[in-house]
């Protein structure tokens, strides 16, 4: 079983809707983050917390928002889904801040599309 | 603004040769470094990280990290068509939280 699993991993909505996208981990990290990755650009960093009681805005959190229910568990939601918001969607996890458990474990990855 | 800088590519190197992927970052204060390698809709995989100055080297891989010059290479030995993924670079930034900065990629094509 993956160790970062990601649902769904293909989704095609509407604009306007109200999507979620989550997110669940068996590594035991504590810090988890979104990306979006669109062709050309990049991953881009939407939001990432480092316990459940500690969300933070990444570069484009902007139309997006978030919720940690547990240490393992990291949602990621559009309240009202735009056509550039067509992406996918990385979740991924670390343990920590230095060394080694600064590595980022990736999950498959959601490929959204806003029609 | 702290940047991640990669050359988009296609490198194309034939098959058995070196490629040399390059990334440069812009804190004199970063202090990890990352390879990451992506196939096509797939998800990033972690192949080196580098800390020190110098040369790693992980099987067909080598990492050479200078942090006076600011930068840090990926170095694949005897390329193979299997290894023709993008790779990406991710950096982390001093005072970044440990966050992780990503590049753009270089797609690499090691031609038959």
């Known amino acids: 079983d993956a160790d970062v699993t990601q649902t769904p991993r293909n989704r095609i909505t509407k604009t306007g809707k109200r999507i979620m996208l989550e997110c669940s981990q068996t590594?035991?990290?504590?810090?988890m983050y979104w990306y979006r990755q669109d062709p050309g650009l990049g991953l881009r960093l939407i939001y990432y917390s480092f316990d459940v009681k500690d969300i933070n805005k990444g570069e484009i959190s902007d139309g997006y928002s978030v919720s940690r229910q547990a240490q393992a568990k990291f949602s990621l939601s559009l309240e009202s889904a735009i056509p550039n918001q067509t992406a996918l969607y990385f979740c991924a996890t670390s343990e920590g801040f230095a060394g080694t458990k600064n590595i980022q474990y990736f999950g498959a990855g959601t490929r959204l599309s806003v029609l | 603004q702290k940047e991640v800088e990669q050359n988009s590519g296609p490198l194309s190197v034939p098959e058995g040769a070196i490629a040399s992927l390059n990334c440069t970052y812009s804190d004199r204060g970063s202090q990890s470094f990352f390879w990451y390698r992506q196939y096509s809709g797939k998800s990033p995989e972690l192949i080196m990280f580098i800390y020190s100055n110098g040369d790693k080297e992980d099987g067909r891989f080598t990492a050479q990290l200078n942090k006076a010059s600011q930068y840090v290479s990926l170095l694949i030995r005897d390329s193979q068509p299997s290894d023709s993924p993008t790779y990406l670079c991710a950096v982390r930034h001093g005072g970044s939280q440990g966050n992780l900065i990503f590049g753009k990629g270089t797609k690499l094509s090691v031609k038959p």
């Open positions: 590594k035991g990290h504590d810090r």
